[in-house]
T-cell receptor
Framework: DGGITQSPKYLFRKEGQNVTLSCEQN?????MYWYRQDPGQGLRLIYY???????QKGDIAEGYSVSREKKESFPLTVTSAQKNPTAFYLC???????????????FGPGTRLTVL | AQTVTQSQPEMSVQEAETVTLSCTYD???????LFWYKQPPSRQMILVIR??????QNATENRFSVNFQKAAKSFSLKISDSQLGDAAMYFC????????????FGQGTRLTINP
């Protein structure tokens, strides 16, 4: 089946530890995105990547890092520098990322990160 | 910077009735896209409907339709014949036509369907 997968579904981290969230897509989409969702709020963009080996900061990139070594994969690392990392993290992808006339972002099932 | 506002934190409707969710946005651009996403209890974001700003005709998808008022910067979602499966958080989102492809989301509206 084509789609976006995120793992794990639930993740627990101790303070001071880095943790990496996985996002994989087999839709042959060019662009991928990471959003954060806090209770009572909409989604906010952390990082996005329009092509392999290139990515840009979103609105709340501090304390996070990403890589885009393969078209299919866009892992997100939550570092110890992120002061309040407990949140729901959603990955998305779209068919074209640069100046596209029409593209829609499709979302994965999300990862719930809790810092203990 | 663009902003999206959903002024109704919660809405409820009787099953089989019609409900309208409100969304307003602020932008200085003339071309852009607007979206409604649904987030059920599973928390996966599901695209409901999309509107291109350059199209005057309102988008429709089965029981879902929008009322797009470009001058008023308003983008409401109408759900007809509401079903129990429509219960979810609904998010309005804005995206620029060119440049950065990020979505700007509203705060969401929680929709409850009463049987």
């Amino acid at each position: 089946d084509g789609g976006i997968t995120q793992s794990p579904k639930y993740l627990f981290r101790k303070e001071g530890q880095n943790v990496t969230l996985s996002c994989e897509q087999n839709l042959n989409h060019d662009a991928m995105y990471w959003y954060r969702q806090d209770p009572g709020q909409g989604l906010r963009l952390i990082y996005y990547s329009q092509i392999v080996n290139d990515f840009q900061k979103g609105d709340i990139a501090e304390g996070y890092s990403v890589s885009r070594e393969k078209k299919e994969s866009f892992p997100l690392t939550v570092t110890s520098a992120q002061k309040n990392p407990t949140a729901f993290y959603l990955c998305a992808s779209s068919i074209r990322g640069a100046g596209a006339s029409t593209d829609t972002q499709y979302f994965g099932p999300g990862t719930r990160l809790t810092v203990l | 910077a663009q902003t999206v506002t959903q002024s109704q934190p919660e809405m409820s409707v009787q099953e089989a009735e019609t409900v309208t969710l409100s969304c307003t946005y602020d932008t200085s651009e003339s071309d852009y896209y607007l979206f409604w996403y649904k987030q059920p209890p599973s928390r996966q974001m599901i695209l409901v409907i999309r509107q291109e700003a350059y199209k005057q005709q309102n988008a429709t998808e089965n029981r879902f339709s929008v009322n797009f008022q470009k001058a008023a910067k308003s983008f409401s979602l109408k759900i007809s014949d509401s079903q129990l499966g429509d219960a979810a958080m609904y998010f309005c989102a804005y995206r620029r036509l060119q440049g950065a492809q990020k979505l700007v989301f509203g705060q969401g509206t929680r929709l409850t369907i009463n049987p």
